[in-house]
């Protein structure tokens, strides 16, 4: 099996699926995906919290404990570390890595804003420091909040990521072509952005992207469908199809399985 490091030097783009539960992330693991990722959004809203207010460490805690079980690598997304502090981000990274977990999303954004540049190289550092085996995968936010939205406004602070140890560059909200190709052949590192609406996966690959991630979509389509399924049903329309119920409950089952006594 490839190491998670390896994932963003093959041939096509790493196509990242972001679960918000274990059952999302059995089904992604089972459906082939080479890794699974969590998705910030979708454990948060699934637990009654705005995502990016520091709410949901504890729910990511515990379900990384549990998705590290399986077959395959896992990354999880912890927003900004849930801390200023780069050392509490540091030690909360190494429990990750010491559970097995491949690697993290690191924002540097809080609250709806950029933060300091300097302040988050820091903490790409001691995380590096305290963890140096794990994939930190720096997020960009300037095209995802608006504030300083250019190509070289991105370069200037994914420069100094990478010069702190970040393994990878995430710009989520990038929407151009010609920007996301100025991006990508700006910096050395893999650059990972989110699904695009008009780009598909092979396209951003010629592009230069190594990974693509789906983010909250998947989570925000269940929910979606899931109010379609009843309103269906309201409206004098047949059961749709579904995964059965027994194959669900024996993909739990043998994930129960493989917990220590």
Do not use: C
């Not at 080479?34 to 699934?46: D, E, K, L, N, Q």
């Not at 009843?230 to 917990?259: E, S």
């Amino acid at each position: 099996m490839a190491t998670f490091h390896q994932l963003h030097h093959g041939d096509a783009p790493l196509l990242l699926p972001n679960a918000w539960d274990l059952g999302s992330a059995l089904a992604f693991a089972q459906a082939g995906y080479p890794a699974v990722g969590t998705t910030s959004f979708g454990i948060a809203a699934s637990a009654g919290m705005p995502d990016g207010e520091r709410a949901s460490r504890d729910a990511t805690m515990a379900l990384a404990a549990q998705l590290v079980r399986l077959p395959v690598p896992v990354t999880t997304d912890i927003e900004d570390g849930y801390s200023e502090d780069p050392e509490e981000v540091a030690v909360l990274v190494a429990e990750l890595a010491a559970l097995g977990v491949a690697g993290v999303n690191l924002e540097d954004s809080f609250s709806g804003r950029l933060v300091d540049p300097a302040a988050f190289a820091a903490k790409i550092g001691a995380v590096k420091r305290a963890a140096p085996g794990i994939f930190v995968n720096a997020r960009v936010d300037n095209y995802w909040f608006g504030e300083q939205a250019s190509v070289a406004g991105v370069l200037d602070r994914a420069r100094a990521y990478a010069e702190a140890g970040a393994d990878g560059i995430f710009v989520p909200g990038i929407a151009s072509g010609q920007d996301i190709r100025g991006i990508t052949s700006g910096i050395g590192l893999p650059v990972n952005v989110l699904a695009h609406p008009t780009l598909g996966v092979a396209e951003l690959g010629r592009l230069g992207v190594r990974r693509v991630s789906s983010g909250s979509l998947p989570y925000r389509a269940s929910v979606d469908a899931a109010v379609d399924v009843v309103n269906a049903l309201r409206g004098g329309k047949p059961a749709p199809a579904a995964t059965p119920y027994g194959q669900m409950q024996a993909r739990l089952v043998a994930f129960r399985q493989t917990l220590p006594e």
